[in-house]
């Protein structure tokens, strides 16, 4: 089950592996990751929903196929050891040191999980300290469970009604490994920052203009984020600071295009 990014990463490896890809997608994905999919031979099926309801019937298709193996999120070993490894590039990109605060756009959140696995790997190898990059996780305001449950100090998160925005990948309303996500946000002294979709249709149009990145929306609520944090006094202008694109604006024709009418 994936909002995107995923599937078509899924379907190419498969590919590539000769293996039968099968993904379900809500009926809401932005059409060329469906494209993607179908184009590198996966089975596709969208769902009326969001994730949450392709999930389920991912996981209902499953039980009368047990010769299904599946690889949604945290539900196997291996797409955390695939993840940490942005966390080791990090530091062997930046010389042998981390930065002061990373911003994650986290739906399934599994990419900050991975990295906080890096760091406490890195500290046993003798690489780093204790010190850990401040870690942010950044939602819509449509669909925040996870800001939710930081603001109010919980250590689970609630499912996220009516889930609306138009950054696909955030429109996750509960996030399997929402105690992991959090518990990292806390230990690193870091934060969870929710964003309009307003403020992302103006990020994806900044960051374009300013340093040529067409980010996808998701990575672009990490500037839109940013741009919260450094008025809040939160990031300092001297602090190394990493935002986390996920995707690129050419997989979201009809989100550029309300961009470009702003």
């Known amino acids: 089950?994936?909002?995107?990014?995923?599937?078509?990463?899924l379907a190419l490896y498969a590919a590539r592996m000769g293996l039968s890809a099968l993904v379900f997608m809500p009926e809401e994905t932005p059409e060329p990751a469906v494209w993607e999919c179908r184009l590198a031979g996966a089975q596709v099926y969208q769902v009326p929903g969001t994730i949450a309801e392709a999930?389920?019937?991912?996981?209902?298709?499953?039980r009368e196929h047990p010769e299904v193996f599946s690889v949604a999120t945290l539900r196997e070993p291996y797409r955390v050891e695939g993840k940490k490894t942005m966390g080791y590039e990090l530091f062997e990109?930046?010389?042998g040191r981390l930065p002061d605060v990373i911003l994650y756009p986290t739906g399934g959140g599994t990419g900050l999980i991975g990295m906080w696995k890096a760091f406490d790997e890195m500290e046993a190898l003798?690489?780093?300290?204790?010190?850990?990059?401040?870690?942010v996780a950044v939602q819509?305001?449509?669909c925040a469970p996870i800001?939710?449950?930081?603001?109010?100090?919980?250590?689970?998160?609630?499912?996220w009604e009516n889930a609306r925005t138009l950054a696909a990948g955030l429109r996750v309303p509960k996030a399997l490994g929402d105690?992991?996500?959090?518990?990292?946000?806390?230990?690193?002294?870091?934060?969870?920052v929710a964003v309009e979709d307003d403020e992302i249709l103006e990020a994806m149009a900044r960051w374009a203009q300013a340093e040529g990145v067409l980010a996808a929306p998701e990575g672009a609520a990490t500037l839109a984020a940013l741009l919260r944090?450094?008025?809040?006094g939160w990031v300092q202008p001297e602090e190394t600071v990493v935002l986390f694109n996920t995707a690129s604006a050419h997989k979201y024709p009809a989100v550029v295009q309300r961009v470009l009418l702003q």
């Open 126 to 135: 003798g690489w780093i300290g204790p010190e850990r990059p401040r870690m």
């Open 229 to 232: 944090l450094r008025e809040a």
């Open 179 to 192: 105690f992991l996500i959090l518990r990292a946000l806390r230990e690193s002294n870091g934060t969870a």
């Open 55 to 62: 999930g389920a019937a991912f996981e209902a298709y499953r």
């Open 1 to 9: 089950a994936s909002a995107g990014n995923a599937a078509g990463a």
């Open 147 to 159: 800001v939710r449950a930081f603001q109010e100090g919980r250590e689970t998160a609630e499912f």
């Open 93 to 95: 990109q930046l010389g």
């Open 140 to 142: 819509a305001a449509g």
